[in-house]
């Protein structure tokens, strides 16, 4: 390969209790796309953060464009050529796009004055490039997570940069966006740029990246051109042993109804129905704002409908709160871990406990012993990285903290459980994990909905499969017979169709 235009060489990083960097090493060459791959806690985003200065280093070095570097914070990088889109998003729901996109570097007269339509031109352009159909003057707040994180990735390509780093660009993104990403990307690397792309998705590192580097447990493991490993043997790199069956779907005999949905109606969703059967895994593709978020969220009661019904187990039910929901025995796993799922400023086992903490009473009394049990076994179960049941959440990795987010929903040992995106930003370790979980539960006769964007998931786990788009059913089919490409027409409406098993 080329000299590289940065190289992050024997990176040591430590927070009290805990040994984040361990030598860690990173190289990254001008006009390649270098993924940075490993499992959740591992390292990945702990190192982003030393290279752009949101943490000091406790020993190794910077060496960026030949000359040893520190930087004070993110400004001080990206002033240097150097951009990050972190896993969290970092917006200001009540500004504009444009605003967001062009914060504390506004474009201005010689008098100071912000010109607004330079400003908004230069954002419609960014936009226009991302494939992103709103106008500048869109308030961030009134986008989905999704269109969120297109706007953060249109102001890390506006700063110009020579090294772009994107932690999970695509968690929040459908298959039509992610390919307007990697036109973007491809465009990018034309021109020179080095790139770090941090996914958990392995499909998009053979499709867009060029060269791979493996940490494991906070410390540098391998580097190697994309075209000299294959998927398995990277996943043992990752993991430290061999994975097999990523996709453990087990078959089991459908018992009836559990839940019914009829008609149900909503801002961004008209007149659904469809049954979820006992023991079913049922799931749900479609288009960033096909409806599917809302729909589920109108299901938990979190979202008001304004017209529908449903039924479970054959009973009418009324919900119009998430607490009836739970009381009734629907549990919703948000896909905006962040912004719905989680306290951050809370620990692992408040936030892992919360919801069932009437299954973990008797009277006003909480039992505190069971409490710490039932926490203790998800931890173990889902593999949890933290130093205890009493971390606050918030420092844990994202992927450790979406493992809590599911954990929470689990543990009130719902009759249905909704998943929306429960694997965003976890790594093919432990979404391994999940699937397990899941199906353990599945086997007890558990009924789940699964909204996914991630096309081998959906596939790979779910007994049918339901596509929306623009508020409605386009189609339904079984998930043996189903394929990426008849899902996709059915997404973008080009087809009506119902595939009945």
Known sequence: MTQA???????????????????????????????????????KSTLMKVLTGIYNLDAGQIVYQGKVRSFDGPRDSQTAGISIIHQELNLLPELTIAENIFLGREITSRFGRILWDEMNAQAAALLSRLSVSHTPQTRVGSLSLGEQQMVEIAKAISFDSKVIIMDEPTDALTDIETQSLFKVINELRDQGCGIVYISHRMQEIFTICDAVTVLRDGGFIHECAISDIDEDQLIERMVGRKLADQYPRIAITHQGSRLAVKQL????????????????????????????????????????????????????????????ALTAGIAYISEDRKGDGLLLDLSVKENMSICALAKLSSGLQLRHNDEMAEVDRFIDAFNIKTPSRDARIGNLSGGNQQKVSIAKGLMTLPQVLILDEPTRGVDVGAKKEIY??????????????????????????????????????????????????????????????????
Not at 19 to 25: E, F, I, P, T, W
Not at 276 to 293: C, D, K, P, V, W
Not at 481 to 493: D, F, P, S, W, Y
């Open 5 to 43: 235009i940065l190289q992050l060489q024997a990176i040591e990083k430590s927070f009290p209790g805990v040994k984040a960097l361990d030598k860690a090493s990173l190289n990254v060459y001008p006009g390649k796309v270098m993924a940075l791959m490993g499992e959740n806690g591992a390292g």
């Open 265 to 324: 109606s909503g801002p961004g969703v008209a007149n659904v129905s469809f049954n979820l059967n006992q023991g079913e895994i049922l799931g749900f593709s479609g288009l960033m704002g096909a409806g599917r978020t809302e729909l589920m969220k109108m299901i938990f009661g979190a979202e008001a409908k304004t017209q529908g019904q449903l039924s479970l187990n054959g009973c009418d039910i009324n919900i119009s709160s998430p607490q009836q």
């Open 436 to 501: 397990d979980l899941i199906n353990r539960f599945k086997a007890q006769g558990m009924s789940i909905i699964l909204v996914s964007s991630d096309m081998p998931e959906l596939l790979g786990m779910s007994d049918r499969i339901l596509v929306m788009h623009q508020g409605q059913i386009s189609g339904e089919f079984d998930a043996a017979k189903a394929n990426q490409e008849t899902i996709l027409a059915c997404a973008v409406g080009k087809t009506l169709h119902k595939d009945i098993a």
